[in-house]
């Protein structure tokens, strides 16, 4: 049967073909037409919470090769429990399925774009701005918080992190720290978000501009799905939910997190094999090599030297490594000024 009146009420949530009643989990997609290129169908859990309450979006797979984030949202949405919830989640684990089956890392490989920079997407752009506008109207628009997670990709050992945006307006910014410091991870960068973006953005930046807190959470490296990865992402989003009192229990807050104010990204300035010495966690002190690039011969031509003193957030993986990519992401410490006070 197609239509019979009143049965919709209000605490419905639909998401693409997803529809969950009040205490009930419903599985479907949003559904993203051919344009240019192919279409594409994106799976979506909503689990609709038997108590009312906020509504949670969960977002991996932007990227389709960072595994550890897109199994921890896969398990978090099978163990979600609706009847100890109140408010709803809206989980999306994988944005960029054409990255995950062809093993493509950080690009959607149908365009060739970064499905985490277009936000708000284009009804009649390429696959990765279609994709981007039903994400924004599906999932951004329904919500009232949002957590993003990410992690090291195929080529990156990563360090786990997360970001707190600071915006200048309240009580965003006291919510979005409040989250942050909830999902517990003990390194945060802090994104400077309070001049107007200008062009498209990333998935959480758009949800920060239309007023929405947002979490970034990384963990995970280089082509893994650790269970200590996964157990960390998935218990920082119950610990978020608990600090929205979406479920029942006390969130404790990461007391002594280290706030890193600037990120510097070293590239590569030859093509080659790459060799890093030094890990990530590490800190380094600026022009401390940390890594070095040979020739396909084995004969040294290029020292990776950090840019700035800080710590190491990620460092390439792989001996692949070509011009222009990225060796290492190192985080500066934050001064006392751009640290948040609680
Ligand atoms: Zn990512």
Redesign the pocket.
């Known amino acids: 049967m197609l239509v019979f009146s009143g049965a919709i009420r209000a605490a419905d949530v639909s998401v693409g073909t997803a529809t969950a009643r009040p205490g009930q989990k419903a599985t479907g997609f949003i559904q993203v037409p051919a344009g240019v290129d192919p279409a594409v169908n994106i799976a979506v859990i909503v689990v609709n919470g038997a108590k009312p309450g906020p509504t949670l979006a969960l977002v991996s797979g932007?990227?389709g090769t960072?595994y550890a984030?897109i199994v921890a949202l896969q398990k978090l949405a099978r163990s979600a429990d609706p009847s100890e919830l109140s408010g709803a989640l809206i989980i999306v684990p994988l944005v960029n399925p054409a990255s995950f089956v062809q093993k493509v890392p950080h690009l959607n490989p149908v365009d060739g774009k970064n499905m985490?920079r277009f936000y708000p997407g284009k009804l009649d752009g390429t696959q990765t701005e279609r994709v981007s506008w039903a994400i924004g109207k599906q999932v951004v628009e329904k919500c009232d918080y949002l957590i993003d997670l990410?992690?090291g990709?195929l080529d990156e050992n990563l360090r786990r992190y997360s970001y707190w945006a600071k915006t200048g307006k309240e009580p965003l910014d006291s919510t979005s720290r409040a989250m942050v410091l909830a999902f517990g991870l003990d390194h945060i960068i802090i994104q400077d978000n309070t001049a107007p973006a200008r062009g498209a953005v990333s998935l959480s930046r758009f949800a920060v501009d239309m007023g929405k807190p947002a979490v970034i959470a990384?963990a995970g490296h280089a082509g893994t799905a650790n269970l200590e990865d996964v157990d960390v992402l998935i218990h920082g989003s119950d610990n978020v939910m608990r600090h929205l009192k979406m479920l029942p229990g006390k969130a404790v807050p990461v007391e002594h997190p280290l706030w890193i104010g600037r990120l510097s990204v070293l590239t590569s300035e030859h093509d080659g094999v790459f060799y890093p010495v030094a890990r990530p966690e590490a800190y380094v002190r600026q022009g401390m090599r940390i890594g070095y690039v040979t020739d396909y011969f084995g004969n040294p031509i290029w020292d990776a030297l950090a840019p700035v003193s800080g710590v190491i957030v990620y460092i390439g993986a792989v001996p692949s490594m070509k011009k222009g990519d990225t060796v290492a992401s190192i985080g500066e410490l934050a001064d006392a000024a751009q640290i948040p006070q609680r």
Request: aromatic residues 0%; hydrophobic residues 0%; without cysteine.
């Open positions: 932007s990227h960072e984030s985490n990410h992690g990709d990384e």
